[in-house]
């Protein structure tokens, strides 16, 4: 059965990091492009970051140049290093997979399987 598993996620400062694991069992990771997605109450889910199976990265305007995606195949794991946190980052993070291209990655339909989420919070 396929299931992504997000860990990583906390309370945390302004300026602090953060890095967020997606980690897959059932299917292995490099074949899918990952994406990793936000919702904060109230708002509606949002791509952060994308990777597709050549591992080409796509990253929203509001997280370029603070976040950084990768994957290691041999963990089977996708990772999501995000540095400078603002508040404006709390959010339940999702990762997500689909079989699709790296096209049109901010699309949350496009993507087959989601993980349970990971809680972000930056606050002082």
């Known amino acids: 059965q396929a299931q992504l598993v997000e860990s990583g996620g906390g309370l945390v400062q302004p300026g602090s990091s953060l890095r967020l694991s997606c980690t897959a069992s059932g299917f292995t990771l490099d074949s899918h492009t990952i994406g990793w997605f936000r919702q904060a109450p109230g708002m509606e889910r949002e791509g952060v970051s994308c990777?597709?199976?050549?591992?080409?990265?796509y990253y929203a305007d509001s997280v370029k140049g603070r976040v950084t995606i990768s994957r290691d195949n041999a963990q089977n794991t996708v990772s999501l290093q995000m540095n400078s946190l603002k508040p404006e980052d709390t959010a339940v993070y999702y990762c997500?997979?689909?079989?699709?291209?790296?096209?049109?990655?901010?699309?949350?339909?496009?993507?087959?399987?989601w993980g349970q989420g990971t809680q972000v919070t930056v606050s002082d």
């Open positions: 990777i597709d199976r050549h591992g080409s990265t």
């Open positions: 997500a997979a689909t079989l699709d291209g790296g096209y049109y990655w901010w699309v949350a339909n496009k993507y087959a399987y």
